[in-house]
Nanobody, 117 residues
Framework: QVQLVESGGGLVQPGGSLSLSCAASGSTFGRYAMNWYRQVPGKERELVAS????????NYGDSVKGRFTISRDNVKNMVYLQMNSLKPEDTAVYYC??????????WGRGTQVTVSS
């Protein structure tokens, strides 16, 4: 089992940057693909970015391509989301997700990101 704890959310002005972190428990972190999702009230959860188990492959949602970067550190059991050029429409609760075939699917509690002037 994997426990995930997000941090780094907050209030930022449009055009600003924010870095989210997700700390994972357990010794099998490297076996999981890691994802960042986001959700706003009344809407479905949206996949923001994904990274493969080794970090060799990444994918991004169309709305964040070129602005967000996902990375991971399998020694520290951490996954990160660097968010640049933030827009008000990026405002959401951001969730860290660990997934592997089984399926095994684990979620953090989320961290609020608010982009506003």
């Amino acid at each position: 089992q994997v426990q995930l704890v997000e941090s780094g959310g907050g209030l930022v002005q449009p055009g600003g940057s924010l870095s989210l972190s997700c700390a994972a428990s357990g010794s099998t972190f490297g076996r999981y693909a890691m994802n960042w999702y986001r959700q706003v009230p009344g809407k479905e959860r949206e996949l923001v970015a994904s990274i493969s188990r080794t970090g060799a492959n990444t994918n991004y949602g169309d709305s964040v391509k070129g602005r967000f970067t996902i990375s991971r550190d399998n020694v520290k059991n951490m996954v990160y989301l660097q968010m640049n050029s933030l827009k008000p429409e990026d405002t959401a609760v951001y969730y860290c997700n660990a997934w592997r075939t089984g399926p095994e699917d684990y979620w953090g509690r989320g961290t609020q990101v608010t982009v506003s002037s």
